[in-house]
């Protein structure tokens, strides 16, 4: 690859680079990582957005600091500096969300430290970051971060409306008038397996409506 | 891919970990005032919230205003302390002092009935981390008006079940003392025998966290024995 070569910074490549997560290589559904923060955060919307919001800007900033230094990381402790810069970058998320969003923050409590555990950030490092240059990298991290994002948002959709009977925190079921004819929340939405079986549910509809991603 | 000499990997880690403290150290000091204005307000919340009076985030700091009005600090003897301000008090750094050194925090409310109320810290251990919260005791210095508990990370649906108001509601009326001895309020499991006016259902699959709150209540409230029987109405 010449350095000297101009890209358009929206080229198609680049493009793709966003939006390819997004789907046909979803790092939940596709590349099954990131699982464990999205069974514990998906309870609500709002933690859940929270949470999509913070991995995003972790991964896209990570992923332009790694590529930005990528030449001169010794190759002998590339792994100790990526988790450096993803922990100090989580850190930091986590400070400014105690100190602007008090409430979110208590709700996520541990998991916003857990970032720097979750595998997407380190499986896109190394594979994207340490071999292309910084813009497409930050691209390629916005990608990841809002394909494990929608994920998020869509098991979190139907845990709170089902197991709370509510949309980012709005009764809807209630002034719906739903209660009055008996129905009940289910509690076994609020625990974690619930939110493994409808992640389950995606992948088989990710898969049926997209046969190129079955296995032979 | 490049070789590195060992004298280039020392120097890299080492500026790369002065640089990282350098924007911690930042973030940490810049962030710290709003930090810790937000935990003033949760604790002004929580006070608020054990004498059933419910708040949010931005009504709490006028409410605390109109309902607390006064606060005080003892000894484990129930007598006054000068000088301190009851609100910087931690129940948590209080307890590792011995007892006589301990400095108590006790806070007056009056509620909208007129009742007057006393509100007291809890500060204890769960599972997996620190519980706490406030219990407020009517005059009698005996009965419970109402509580409120939360924790850092206890585990969710089970021990974290401690903040629900079906859990915080059944230590209503509930009593302290027993014929002027201290019992404090038991947690009891279901195959347990409930006793009458000192205990609260348990919750399922959180035993542990029961327990240590039954702890907290029990350590908690025996630091303010002496004032409590002094004072009884």
């Known amino acids: 690859m010449s350095t000297n070569e101009k890209e358009p910074i929206f080229s198609a490549r680049n493009l793709k680079l966003f939006t390819a997560p997004l789907s046909s290589e979803n790092p939940i559904t596709v590349q099954v990582l990131g699982i464990c923060s999205a069974l514990a955060v998906t309870v609500k919307m709002k933690p859940a957005i929270v949470m999509a919001l913070s991995v995003m800007i972790v991964t896209a900033i990570s992923n332009l600091v790694i590529a930005a230094m990528r030449e001169y990381i010794p190759d002998r402790i590339r792994i100790i500096v990526q988790l450096v810069v993803i922990a100090t970058m989580v850190i930091i998320v986590d400070q400014l969300l105690k100190a602007y969003a008090f409430d979110v923050s208590k709700q996520l409590s541990v998991f916003v430290g857990l970032i720097i555990t979750n595998c997407i950030l380190m499986g896109r490092l190394e594979a994207f970051a340490m071999a292309n240059k910084p813009w497409p990298s930050f691209i390629?991290?916005?990608g990841n971060g809002a394909g494990y994002g929608i994920i998020l948002i869509i098991v979190s959709f139907f845990r709170e409306l089902l197991?709370?009977?509510s949309v980012f925190g709005y009764p809807v079921l209630q002034k719906l008038g739903v209660y009055s004819t008996h129905y009940e929340n289910n509690g076994m939405m609020i625990l974690p397996p619930m939110a493994l079986i409808l992640v389950g549910g995606i992948i088989w509809f990710h898969r049926s409506r997209n046969r190129n991603l079955i296995e032979k | 891919m490049k070789h590195f000499t060992n004298r280039y990997i020392f120097i890299f880690s080492a500026v790369m970990v002065i640089i990282v403290a350098t924007i911690?150290?930042?973030?940490?000091t810049l962030l710290k005032p709003q930090q810790e204005k937000n935990l003033e307000v949760e604790k002004k919340k929580s006070m608020?919230?054990?004498i059933n009076i419910p708040a949010d985030r931005n009504n709490a700091e006028g409410l605390y205003?109109?309902?607390?009005?006064?606060?005080?600090v003892i000894d484990s003897k129930g007598e006054e302390k000068k000088g301190i301000d009851a609100f910087t008090v931690e129940m948590k750094v209080e307890q590792k002092k011995a007892p006589?050194?301990?400095?108590?925090a006790i806070f007056f409310a009056t509620t909208d009935d007129g009742e007057k109320v006393i509100i007291l810290p809890l500060e204890g251990k769960g599972l997996w981390?620190?519980?706490y919260g406030f219990i407020s005791l009517k005059s009698d210095m005996n009965t419970v008006f109402g509580v409120t508990f939360d924790h850092k990370g206890e585990t969710p649906g089970l021990g974290a079940e401690i903040n629900t108001t079906a859990f915080e509601s059944q230590f209503k009326g509930q009593k302290i003392f027993e014929d002027g001895r201290f019992v404090s309020v038991k947690v009891l499991k279901s195959n347990e025998k409930p006793i009458e006016n000192h205990s609260v259902d348990a919750i399922s699959g959180g035993t542990i966290t029961s327990k240590g709150l039954e702890k907290m209540l029990?350590?908690?409230l025996l630091k303010y024995e002496d004032y409590l029987k002094k004072n009884a109405k």
């Open chain 1, 140 to 142: 390629d991290g916005l």
């Open chain 1, 163 to 165: 197991g709370s009977g």
């Open chain 2, 24 to 28: 911690l150290s930042m973030a940490a």
């Open chain 2, 48 to 50: 608020l919230e054990s």
């Open chain 2, 65 to 72: 205003s109109k309902y607390i009005k006064e606060s005080r």
């Open chain 2, 100 to 104: 006589a050194d301990q400095s108590l």
């Open chain 2, 129 to 131: 981390g620190p519980i």
């Open chain 2, 218 to 220: 029990f350590d908690c």
